[in-house]
Nanobody, 121 residues
Framework: QAQLVESGGGSVQTGGSLRLSCAASEYTSTAGCMGWFRQAPGKEREMVAQIETDGTILYADAFKGRATVSQDASKNMLWLQLDNLNTGDSATYFC???????????????WGQGTQVAVSS
């Protein structure tokens, strides 16, 4: 059964860092594209980064230089390192799996339950 489980969220102060983890079931770990999205209250879900099976990483412009995605396919694990956080980064962060990257967000078939990040000033 497809399953993605995120962890690592929490509360940090402006300028701080967090490392989010995603444990993927074998089913979803064979997807062509793993990724991280986020959703703040009252806003639409937006991409943070996606990683293709060949290791190519796609970062949304807003996160370039502040987010680092890494993956260990042998352990079915995906990570997101977030640095220099600001209050605008407060959101629920989701791990995703899809056949291809850069498809429509609404069409992504597999989502984790999300992990909350709260950044205070």
């Amino acid at each position: 059964q497809a399953q993605l489980v995120e962890s690592g969220g929490g509360s940090v102060q402006t300028g701080g860092s967090l490392r989010l983890s995603c444990a993927a079931s074998e089913y979803t770990s064979t997807a062509g594209c793993m990724g991280w999205f986020r959703q703040a209250p009252g806003k639409e879900r937006e991409m943070v980064a996606q990683i293709e099976t060949d290791g190519t990483i796609l970062y949304a412009d807003a996160f370039k230089g502040r987010a680092t995605v890494s993956q260990d396919a042998s352990k079915n694990m995906l990570w997101l390192q977030l640095d220099n956080l600001n209050t605008g980064d407060s959101a629920t962060y989701f791990c995703t799996a899809d056949l291809y990257c850069l498809g429509a967000t609404a069409a992504i078939p597999y989502w984790g339950q999300g992990t909350q990040v709260a950044v205070s000033s």
